[in-house]
């Protein structure tokens, strides 16, 4: 069966917002934290005090953060390939009765003790 031409435009658009919001979110704020991690490392080594000193401390996570913010300029550059892959699946609940071992004694009446 082939979707109406609205129901394609509709998840389309839905698609585009979806991309340009995870652009915005992920992509500028992981830039944002590679150049704080570049000016953990810059400061580290102009220290000059050692490897195992606060140089060689600042320089280590420096390095972390840099590689969390090419983490998350990765996550905001993937795109997802359909509008398909954004659908949200909307789960049922079921009731649930304030205690799940009294409604279980209760509904099983034609049970071998009855």
Do not use: F, H
Request: hydrophobic fraction near 45%; charge should be neutral.
């Amino acid at each position: 069966m082939a979707e109406r031409p609205s129901d394609i435009l509709t998840e389309t658009e839905l698609l585009d917002r979806a991309v340009w919001r995870k652009w915005n979110k992920y992509t500028w704020s992981g830039l944002l934290i590679v150049g704080i991690g570049c000016l953990l490392i810059v400061v580290g080594l102009m220290l000059k005090t050692g490897a195992y000193s606060a140089e060689g401390l600042l320089v280590g996570i420096g390095a972390i953060v840099v590689l969390i913010g090419l983490i998350r300029v990765a996550i905001g550059l993937i795109n997802p390939l359909s509008p398909s892959d954004i659908r949200v699946q909307k789960r049922r609940r079921k009731e649930v009765d304030a205690d799940p071992i009294l409604s279980t004694l209760q509904s099983d009446e034609t049970g071998p003790l009855s």
